[in-house]
């Protein structure tokens, strides 16, 4: 690890030259690059350094228990070993960790989509309580929350919302998200008592930008249509409503939200193309899979991931074995805990990973 680390050091000291440099400065881009690599070079660098102090205050310690005669100073130093070394193993689990590679999609923000699935209505009125849900936990995170296509339930709850997410590591985050979330409850409608199963799948794409993904016009066919549902006095007056269709997948994206249609069709060419980017990026994942028994962030999006169970109050995500007794307070948007516990047993099988190989 420690040759690693002196690498890290020889980039950071290159890095900081760089960025100072008149000619790198005026080359926008290149700058914009390199001060985030100096960014994120610093923290390892400088926990780096915390570490090696503590190595050699440990070495001076037991050089002084080995050399001194007077047993005071003998005592001092191995009460000080004792605090030393525990220091020791945390900071080389932390750099551990912070020597992970980054995946570059973290940053990005996300498209998220929930779609009603099996269970009618109550499966709608689901989709609505996990929107609810990525709403509050978005507001809590300072993130910004912009709706891109609705299609409401006829009792309530949404058969489909589509919605982007801009803020700090977004994707990083939410991507957790991603897959079959189910509920058991008692509907409304119910008058035996009887607790009934449905569910909602969630996706979670990085947004990207032109630059990532080209896209040929020839290739979309693009529709349009009078918008519906809430909206304002263009509401089935005008054809501001737009559906793209990719031509080469198939691929079908509407967005009605906004009253210009340019707007609109801005909004739905942006979710045609992180989706068409996230085809490429699973297939990428699907093959890092094989190497993985534990696939908390990329794994098959058709898997049950999560169930809330209303009776108990129960929340369990099923990747990890995590159940938590706080229903209620998850729905509001308090996820943070399983996001965090989804992590750790994401980092800890990466470094697994980088053990074996």
């Known amino acids: 690890m420690l040759d690693k680390l002196l690498l890290i050091e020889d980039r950071f000291s290159e890095v900081s030259k760089m960025i100072v440099d008149p000619d790198i400065i005026s080359d926008m881009n290149r700058y914009v690059k390199l001060n985030k690599e100096y960014k ?172 990532d993904v080209e896209i040929n016009e020839k290739d979309i066919r693009k529709d349009l249509f009078c918008a519906s549902g809430p909206g304002g006095q263009s509401v089935n007056t005008t054809y501001s409503a737009v559906r793209l269709t990719h031509l080469p997948t198939g691929m079908v994206v509407q967005c009605q939200d906004q009253k210009s249609q340019h707007r609109n069709y801005e909004k739905a060419l942006a979710v045609l193309r992180s989706r068409i980017y996230d085809m490429e990026l699973q297939k990428r994942n699907e093959e890092d899979a094989q190497k993985r028994k534990l696939m908390v962030s990329s794994g098959d999006r058709s898997a049950k991931i999560r169930t809330y169970n209303y009776p108990q109050g129960r929340v369990t995500d099923h990747r990890i074995n995590l159940t938590l007794y706080n229903l209620s307070a998850i729905l509001d948007g308090d996820i943070e805990k399983i996001i965090e516990e989804l992590k750790i047993a994401d980092n800890a099988e990466k470094m697994k990973e980088g053990a074996d190989t």
């Open 40 to 211: 994120d070079l610093e923290v390892i660098v400088n926990k780096t350094r915390e570490y090696k102090n503590v190595i050699e205050n440990i070495k001076t310690n037991e050089q002084l228990i080995s050399s001194e005669e007077d047993d005071e100073l003998k005592e001092m130093a191995a009460e000080e070993l004792d605090v030393l070394r525990p220091e020791q193993e945390k900071l080389e689990e932390e750099l551990k960790i912070l020597l992970i590679p980054k995946d570059p999609e973290d940053e990005k923000n996300a498209v998220v989509e929930i779609r009603a699935g099996t269970g009618g209505d109550e499966a709608s009125l689901f989709a609505g309580d996990l929107y609810r849900m990525y709403a509050r936990f978005c507001d809590k995170k300072g993130w910004k929350l912009e709706m891109v296509s609705t299609s409401e339930g006829t009792v309530g709850g949404f058969k489909e919302i589509i919605f982007n997410v801009t803020g700090v590591n977004v994707y990083g985050e939410l991507k957790y998200e991603a897959g079959v979330h189910r509920v058991q409850r008692i509907p409304q409608t119910e008058t035996q008592g009887r607790v009934h199963t449905s569910a909602s799948t969630v996706m979670v794409l990085p947004e990207v930008d032109e630059f």
